[in-house]
């Protein structure tokens, strides 16, 4: 397993952008596809984004964030982004990295065995 850590959450305005981070423990953070997940109060956890490992040449996206959210990796500093822009109320949640072998559309939570503390986002209207 490797040991991950977020931050960049916060408090922004509806509209507004944030950029979390990602970063990763160890020697093989290349090796693994990278997600984003986010829970919102009374609601279960649900996929965000994912990009694959290495090059990260295959990314996917809930239909809620496509187009307003991008996730990125770098692996010389072992730390995977998201960049969300143009948020909304309904985009409040924790939002959790995690780490797998593989990179999937549907973005299967049974997929990935190493998980993030979570990091706050607040979005006010």
């Known amino acids: 397993q490797v040991l991950l850590v977020e931050s960049g959450g916060g408090s922004v305005q509806a509209g507004g952008s944030l950029r979390l981070s990602c970063r990763a423990s160890?020697?093989?953070?290349?090796?693994?596809?990278m997600a984003w997940f986010r829970q919102a109060p009374g609601k279960e956890r649900e996929f965000v984004a994912v990009?694959?490992?290495?090059?990260?040449?295959?990314?996917y996206y809930a239909d809620s964030v496509k187009g307003r959210f991008t996730i990125s990796r770098d692996n010389a500093k072992n730390t995977a982004y998201l960049q969300m822009n143009s948020l909304k109320f309904e985009d409040t949640a924790v939002y959790y990295c995690?780490?797998?072998?593989?990179?999937?559309?549907?973005?299967?939570?049974?997929?990935?065995?190493?998980w993030g503390q979570g990091t706050q986002v607040t979005v006010s209207s």
């Open positions: 995690a780490a797998g072998l593989t990179a999937t559309p549907k973005g299967l939570q049974r997929d990935f065995r190493s």
């Open positions: 160890g020697r093989t953070f290349s090796s693994y596809a």
């Open positions: 990009i694959s490992s290495w090059s990260g040449a295959s990314t």
